[in-house]
């Protein structure tokens, strides 16, 4: 568990005597920063008609598989997109915010899509992680 100190004792023994004991230093167990991987936006070549719907694996080695334990997966998710036509750098939307589906109906047809997720496990936040590129059809 997290802040709880762990050290070791070690007593020498032979099947005659006992040697003096001996203490190790104590280690304060901390959190496991949490992770993410196989960010991905789908599908690849999106039509102007579909969503767009995002996937990335969350990994921390204080959370359970199955989901037991004192954290869970708050990750953040931002959406950024950018005009392919005017060659414009990507822009935050900021109205999707921690959604895991775009709606076609924010969507337009030329426009490229991507997604940043950071990892969070209500202590610490993780590396963001960014998925592919996809352009809408």
Avoid at 74 to 90: D, I, M, P, Q, R
Avoid at 95 to 109: E, H, I, K
Wanted: hydrophobic content about 35%; aromatic content about 6%.
């Amino acid at each position: 568990t997290i802040d709880n100190e762990i050290y070791v004792e070690v007593t020498p023994e032979t099947v005659i005597t006992s040697g003096d004991t001996i203490t190790s230093s104590t280690v304060i167990v901390s959190n496991a920063i949490p992770s993410v991987s196989n960010v991905r936006v789908g599908p690849t070549n999106p039509s102007s008609s579909q969503n767009l719907v995002l996937s990335f694996t969350f990994s921390d080695a204080d959370v359970s598989v199955t989901g037991e334990g004192s954290q869970s997966n708050l990750s953040t998710v931002k959406w950024y997109k950018s005009n392919a036509e005017t060659n414009s750098e990507f822009v935050e939307v900021t109205t999707l915010a921690n959604v895991s589906v775009v709606d076609p109906s924010d969507t337009t047809q030329g426009d490229r899509w991507k997604a940043i997720v950071t990892p969070f496990d209500g202590l610490d936040l993780g590396e963001n992680s960014e998925s592919n590129i996809v352009t809408i059809g």
